[in-house]
């Protein structure tokens, strides 16, 4: 059964950074799309960036994190990462990692995702 698993969310002053990571389990990430969303209280849940492993991996991310969020793996840990520098309160979420289908991968929204992990906090306090 494929499991991910979110480690790394915690709390943070405004400026700082924290890693994420996703491991997957019994699912290999090569060749597919992975991806990391977000979910605030009282808001929907947003796509913060995504990538498919591919020959050349390709990357798309949220606007709001252009710039400050780098999503990346290790095909042979079967792990996915998002580095997230400059946080600031707003970043403040409960961050999921994701699957998706290669095709959708650009734009993956909520209900296209086929794997869902439980969830790891992020506060960022200013």
């Known amino acids: 059964q494929v499991k991910l698993v979110e480690s790394g969310g915690g709390p943070v002053q405004a400026g700082g950074s924290l890693r994420l990571s996703c491991a997957a389990s019994?699912?290999?990430?090569?060749?597919?799309?992975m991806g990391w969303f977000r979910q605030a209280p009282g808001k929907e849940r947003e796509r913060v960036a995504t990538?498919?492993?591919?020959?050349?991996?390709?990357?798309y991310y949220g606007d709001s994190v252009k710039g400050r969020f780098t999503i990346s793996g290790d095909n042979a840990k079967n792990m996915l990462y998002l580095q997230m520098n400059s946080l600031r309160p707003e970043d403040t979420a409960l961050y999921y990692c994701?699957?998706?289908?290669?095709?959708?991968?650009?734009?993956?929204?909520?209900?296209?995702?086929?794997?869902w992990g439980q969830g790891t906090q992020v506060t960022v306090s200013s």
């Open positions: 019994d699912y290999t990430i090569r060749n597919t799309c």
């Open positions: 994701a699957t998706g289908r290669r095709d959708q991968c650009a734009g993956l929204k909520s209900r296209d995702v086929v794997y």
């Open positions: 990538i498919y492993f591919g020959t050349d991996n390709i990357f």
